[in-house]
């Protein structure tokens, strides 16, 4: 959206003070994701109340997925851009400068999936990107509520993909983080190549592999049954691709495991990160879980807890299952009272807390590159490690002389904070 609005002439303002224009971007898939997104835009309508702030844009998934009803809500609001209609922003926007006429552009259907002509600002320090490599899924989970937001899956193609990339590269990202609602599924609505059949993720992450001008690729959200061989060799084997890999594994019990919809097993997961362990040197595992889906019993829990203590995830998200419109699971009987849910909840991160901090000591005294995204004054830096994703996995403290944003340092790990870790450069 910024990379549209420049394109079409408008100034992109460093502070919410100086804007004329308030755009917020909102997420809606869970009950927290929402109320953040509406707590956004209540405070900066209050902003609007005192400050230079003409008009509020709410965009994204929340007006997608509410559209009129939201507009009813929040009166505050003057546009409403669903993930539909976001590559027409500029001209929306030239619309309602024109007329004071509240205005809802959310179209049903997919999201509108960009591509390497597609203007792009980055923000923060421009040398990590995210780059969406496909968009929608085609996959049933219970309790999800994407598929119903974002439509059926539509991949990118590898030359679009590759080339953002190379763009990307060029104008001084070190770092691209691959993104989809379901990354594995890359690449099975595209053409077949002759001889070859359709293209296929590894053969993406080959291509990219080559990009010379970019240091770290990383892959998010790999659908655990849909994790081939050939998938696990480049992220094994690759010069760039790093052997970083998110897999949400959502549970740790059959029977919830059953009831998500997820077509796997507890002992099938168990056997994928083995053999995600086994082939993948310095192998960094992420995965996401949901307590409190409806019919999970202590004993359910405490599979998940056992789960997670045996399998020793490098790193782990923890969310609280909400009910959500449009899903399967909002049908279903036997809801976990939200009091036990949030104890689930804070007890798993306890759980995860310990093995985090066993994994995090263990790092002391090893030496490691880390890429410095900020500056706190010319001798302390907070960069990040190649296990460490961009805003989820921690950070690292890094002091030193001659620090560069947008730079790699050597450094040795000195010490560990929650799940930040301290060194010095070397
Ligand atoms: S694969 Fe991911 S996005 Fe797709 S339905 Fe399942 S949880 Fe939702």
Same mark, same amino acid.
């Given at each position: 959206? %910024?990379?549209?609005?420049?394109?079409?002439?408008?100034?992109?303002?460093?502070?919410?003070?100086?804007?004329?224009?308030?755009?917020?971007?909102?997420?809606?898939?869970?009950?927290?994701?929402?109320?953040?997104?509406?707590?956004?835009?209540?405070?900066?309508?209050? /902003?609007?109340?005192?400050?230079?702030?003409?008009?509020? =844009? =709410?965009?994204?998934?929340?007006?997608?997925?509410?559209?009129?009803?939201?507009?009813?809500?929040?009166?505050?609001?003057? @546009?409403?851009?669903? &993930?539909?209609?976001?590559?027409?922003?500029?001209?929306?926007?030239?619309?309602?400068?024109?007329?004071?006429?509240?205005?809802?552009?959310?179209?049903?259907?997919? &999201?509108?999936?960009?591509?390497?002509?597609?203007?792009?600002?980055?923000?923060?320090?421009?040398?990590?990107?995210?780059?969406?490599?496909?968009?929608?899924?085609?996959?049933?989970?219970?309790?999800?509520?994407?598929?119903?937001?974002?439509?059926?899956?539509?991949?990118?193609?590898?030359?679009?993909?590759?080339?953002?990339?190379?763009?990307?590269?060029?104008?001084?990202?070190?770092? /691209?983080?691959?993104?989809?609602?379901?990354?594995?599924?890359?690449?099975?609505?595209?053409?077949?190549?002759?001889?070859?059949?359709?293209?296929?993720?590894?053969?993406?992450?080959?291509?990219?592999?080559?990009?010379?001008?970019?240091?770290?690729?990383?892959?998010?959200?790999?659908?655990?049954?849909?994790?081939?061989?050939?998938?696990?060799?480049?992220?094994?084997?690759?010069?760039?691709?790093?052997?970083?890999?998110?897999?949400?594994?959502?549970?740790?019990?059959?029977?919830?495991?059953?009831?998500?919809?997820?077509?796997?097993?507890?002992?099938?997961?168990?056997?994928?990160?083995?053999?995600?362990?086994?082939?993948?040197?310095?192998?960094?595992?992420?995965?996401?879980?949901? =307590?409190?889906?409806?019919?999970?019993?202590?004993?359910?829990?405490?599979? +998940?807890?056992?789960?997670?203590?045996?399998?020793?995830?490098?790193? +782990?998200?923890?969310?609280?299952?909400?009910?959500?419109?449009? &899903? *399967?699971?909002?049908? %279903?009987?036997?809801?976990?009272?939200? *009091?036990?849910?949030?104890?689930?909840?804070?007890?798993?991160? *306890?759980?995860?807390?310990?093995?985090?901090?066993?994994?995090?000591?263990?790092?002391?005294?090893?030496?490691?590159?880390?890429?410095?995204?900020?500056?706190?004054?010319?001798?302390?830096? @907070?960069?990040? /490690?190649?296990?460490?994703?961009?805003?989820?996995?921690?950070?690292?403290? =890094?002091?030193?002389?001659?620090?560069?944003?947008?730079?790699?340092?050597? #450094?040795?790990? &000195?010490? #560990?904070?929650?799940?930040?870790?301290?060194?010095?450069?070397?």
């Amino acid at each position: 959206m %910024l990379g549209c609005l420049a394109e079409s002439g408008y100034g992109i303002a460093e502070e919410l003070s100086d804007a004329t224009i308030a755009v917020i971007n909102t997420c809606s898939f869970i009950g927290s994701a929402r109320e953040e997104s509406i707590e956004a835009i209540l405070e900066v309508a209050d /902003l609007r109340e005192k400050g230079t702030l003409k008009s509020l =844009v =709410v965009a994204g998934c929340l007006p997608q997925r509410y559209g009129k009803e939201l507009a009813k809500e929040l009166p505050e609001v003057d @546009i409403f851009i669903g &993930t539909s209609a976001f590559r027409g922003i500029a001209d929306i926007l030239d619309q309602a400068d024109s007329e004071t006429n509240r205005g809802i552009y959310v179209e049903s259907g997919s &999201t509108h999936l960009y591509d390497d002509r597609t203007p792009r600002i980055l923000l923060g320090a421009g040398h990590s990107a995210y780059i969406k490599i496909a968009e929608g899924c085609d996959r049933v989970c219970a309790f999800c509520a994407i598929p119903g937001i974002r439509g059926s899956f539509q991949s990118r193609t590898l030359e679009s993909v590759v080339k953002e990339a190379e763009q990307l590269g060029e104008s001084g990202v070190r770092e /691209l983080n691959l993104v989809a609602q379901d990354s594995t599924s890359w690449g099975k609505d595209l053409s077949s190549i002759p001889g070859k059949g359709r293209p296929k993720l590894h053969q993406l992450l080959h291509a990219l592999d080559q990009v010379s001008s970019v240091d770290w690729i990383r892959l998010l959200y790999v659908y655990p049954s849909a994790v081939t061989n050939e998938l696990i060799e480049i992220l094994s084997s690759g010069q760039r691709v790093l052997p970083y890999v998110d897999v949400p594994l959502q549970h740790g019990s059959d029977r919830i495991l059953k009831a998500m919809r997820r077509g796997t097993t507890a002992d099938l997961q168990r056997k994928l990160v083995n053999r995600l362990r086994a082939s993948i040197n310095g192998l960094t595992l992420r995965t996401t879980v949901i =307590v409190g889906f409806p019919g999970e019993t202590d004993a359910d829990y405490d599979e +998940l807890v056992s789960f997670v203590k045996e399998m020793q995830f490098d790193k +782990l998200g923890v969310f609280r299952y909400s009910d959500e419109e449009n &899903t *399967k699971a909002i049908e %279903l009987s036997k809801k976990v009272p939200r *009091k036990i849910s949030r104890e689930r909840y804070k007890n798993l991160i *306890k759980v995860q807390r310990e093995i985090m901090k066993e994994k995090q000591t263990d790092q002391i005294g090893k030496e490691d590159r880390v890429l410095l995204d900020s500056l706190i004054n010319p001798s302390l830096g @907070i960069g990040r /490690l190649s296990s460490q994703a961009p805003e989820i996995d921690g950070v690292v403290h =890094v002091a030193g002389s001659s620090l560069k944003i947008g730079q790699f340092a050597s #450094v040795r790990i &000195t010490g #560990v904070n929650e799940i930040d870790l301290r060194a010095e450069v070397i």
